[in-house]
């Protein structure tokens, strides 16, 4: 029996969030290949290993550096409004409480990463999201919050400068901008690639909202690309071998 | 074939994926430039709203002078170099909406109160540098000619092919705004805007009118080379 999953304002975030932050992604990288460095100029940079090599033209969006500004500095207000009612909402709601580390969070987390390397035959047994999925629900929230500070220094390093110097002045609040993006970046590529790779039937419930727990992954023992039919079809082939 | 979960997931995705990149390093949709003219507007509102005459810039102790890894912009085809002899003599106009009009040729400039600042400069492209600006102080200027209390609005113009840019005047009259005739304990040179150019902080790069030859008092925005062409007006750091 399907239940419902998500409230639809966690739906409904969730996709504006998805637009947002793409755009925010593609534009920023656009403004970044204006100056594809970190380096005052007459200086260098310790901490970025591809100094002056811009990102490829075809991952970035706005079109030109003017372009790319103004979708970066319109969709910002987007991804913050957009942020700040999926987290009251979920703080409100109590949904929060799936999302924070519980006690013994990494022995959870080393638990998940032991049955993803065949290391342990069973999957945990996990609540609505399993011990790696909390960390990385958790964690997204606070690096969308170290991105949209450091984007506030960047932005006006003179009028806010107090906050500009918490990130080491203008150079380093830029590099911590976008360090965070290419953390979001790679927790979004996990995050998309594990959809599909493990519980194909999520997509549903982050869409309408439901979603049959008799599929979950820990019913199906579900790794990347195995075990991913649905459960009906699992429980045949068990009882066809038997 | 009816289409089953399966099959809707994998039509829908690559809907999805074909649309991300058939957008990819365009412009955007057209029918967007409204919204995004509206936020422009918007975030130059909160931008003057955060605006304070006490927020100074400030280098990082240990950073370096750019010296002569400063880019050099003109828009011009070759660097401007002001001619005396096709020209006449260099003299800065100050007008519009003063009582008393200035023409104030280098010298003019040099005998008033000067300053030395050691500031950033913030690029639109997003570099920094550091420069040492010797100058006047742009709100010593507008005392000097006795500026109108309605003049919202100034412009900087130059001799580079027309290149000029409007500002507020809460940001001209900025403390850090200087009128800059030496860079980095030397005087200025064609590559940064000699004789004059005007140097703030408070301003992205483009906003800082190099080779200037006017300064208008108005009580309306002007524009400018960069804001005409698709850049914020604003440009506030």
Same mark, same amino acid.
């Given at each position: 029996m399907a239940k419902l999953r998500h409230h639809w304002i966690v739906r409904l975030t969730h996709w504006i969030n998805f637009v947002a932050l793409t755009i925010m992604i593609g534009s920023g990288l656009r403004i970044f290949n204006? *100056?594809?460095?970190?380096?005052?100029r007459g200086e260098t940079f310790c901490c970025y290993p591809w100094e002056g090599h811009p990102i490829?033209?075809?991952?970035?969006?706005?079109?030109?550096l003017g372009g790319a500004r103004h979708w970066h500095f319109a969709m910002m207000w987007l991804l913050v409004v957009n942020g700040l009612i999926y987290v009251g909402f979920i703080y409100l709601h109590g949904e929060w409480r799936d999302l924070v580390p519980r006690r013994g969070y990494f022995r959870d987390a080393w638990e998940m990463i032991k049955f993803y390397l065949f290391a342990r035959r069973d999957h945990p047994i996990q609540g609505k999201h399993n011990a790696l999925q909390r960390g990385t629900y958790f964690l997204l929230p606070w690096i969308g919050l170290l991105a949209v500070l450091t984007g506030i220094a960047i932005w006006k390093p003179v009028q806010l400068a107090p906050l500009t110097d918490l990130f080491g002045g203008f150079v380093w609040a830029r590099y911590w901008h976008f360090v965070s993006m290419v953390l979001l970046v790679v927790l979004s590529v996990v995050h998309i690639f594990m959809v599909f790779a493990?519980?194909? *039937?999520?997509l549903r419930s982050i869409i309408t909202g439901w979603y049959n727990p008799e599929n979950s992954p820990e019913e199906r023992n579900a790794r990347p690309f195995i075990n991913l039919l649905p459960n009906r079809f699992r429980k045949a082939e068990k009882s066809n071998a038997d | 074939m009816p289409i089953d979960r399966r099959r809707f997931i994998t039509i829908s995705g690559s809907a999805v994926s074909a649309a991300i990149l058939a957008s990819c390093d365009s412009r955007g949709p057209k029918s967007a430039d409204r919204l995004l003219k509206y936020a422009e507007r918007k975030n130059e509102g909160l931008e003057r709203v955060l605006f304070r005459h006490t927020a100074m810039d400030e280098t990082i102790s240990g950073s370096r002078l750019a010296g002569a890894a400063l880019p050099s912009y003109f828009v011009? &085809?070759?660097v401007p170099i002001w001619s005396d002899a096709v020209n006449g003599p260099w003299s800065l106009e100050i007008g519009g909406m003063v009582d008393r009009p200035m023409q104030l040729s280098l010298q003019n400039l040099m005998d008033l109160p000067r300053t030395h600042q050691r500031v950033n400069h913030y690029c639109v492209e997003g570099w920094t540098a550091v420069e040492q600006w010797t100058g006047v102080r742009f709100s010593d200027l507008a005392k000097l000619v006795g500026?109108? &209390?309605?003049?919202?609005y100034v412009d900087f113009e130059s001799f580079d092919d027309g290149y000029h840019e409007s500002w507020d005047i809460e940001s001209a009259m900025h403390r850090q705004t200087v009128i800059a005739y030496g860079l980095d304990g030397h005087v200025l040179g064609p590559a940064h805007g000699a004789p004059a150019r005007l140097y703030s902080p408070v301003k992205l790069g483009y906003k800082n009118t190099k080779y200037l030859t006017r300064i208008m008092f108005l009580p309306k925005q002007n524009g400018g080379y960069w804001s005409d062409r698709g850049y914020e007006w604003y440009g506030g750091v």
């Open positions: 204006a *100056y594809p460095r970190f380096a005052r490829p033209a075809n991952l970035t969006f706005g079109g030109w493990v519980d194909p *039937y999520s | 011009s &085809r070759t500026a109108h &209390r309605d003049a919202k």
